[in-house]
């Protein structure tokens, strides 16, 4: 059984960081892995991704400020967000694809101005 689990999020002010962590069990690596988000009354949207080969995406409105990364010896995906902004406020979701989409239960970030 997959089993994806965020953590790391909270509240924090405009210009401060936070890095969220996506332990993974029942699957590896994956083709795809990344990092949504959804803000209240918007619809959900890609933040970042990783390929199995390493390859990552960015949304425009976080680039220079995200990192995605993955550490193969504990399974797990992290997000490095920089330069937070209100903006970035969000519950945000952890993503694999491989055959079958698996879905973390989300955590909120808070980004106060």
């Known amino acids: 059984q997959v089993r994806l689990v965020e953590s790391g999020g909270g509240l924090v002010q405009a210009g401060g960081s936070l890095t969220l962590s996506c332990a993974a069990s029942g699957i590896t690596v994956a083709p795809y892995m990344g990092w949504h988000r959804q803000a209240p009354g918007k619809e959900r949207e890609s933040v970042a991704s990783?390929?199995?080969?390493?390859?990552?995406r960015y949304a425009d409105s976080v680039k220079g400020r995200f990192t995605i990364s993955r550490d193969n010896a504990k399974n797990t995906l992290y997000l490095q967000m920089n330069m937070l902004k209100p903006d970035d406020t969000a519950v945000y979701y952890c993503h694999y694809r491989s055959g079958w989409n698996y879905w973390g239960q989300g955590t909120q970030v808070t980004v106060s101005s």
């Open positions: 990783m390929a199995a080969n390493g390859i990552t």
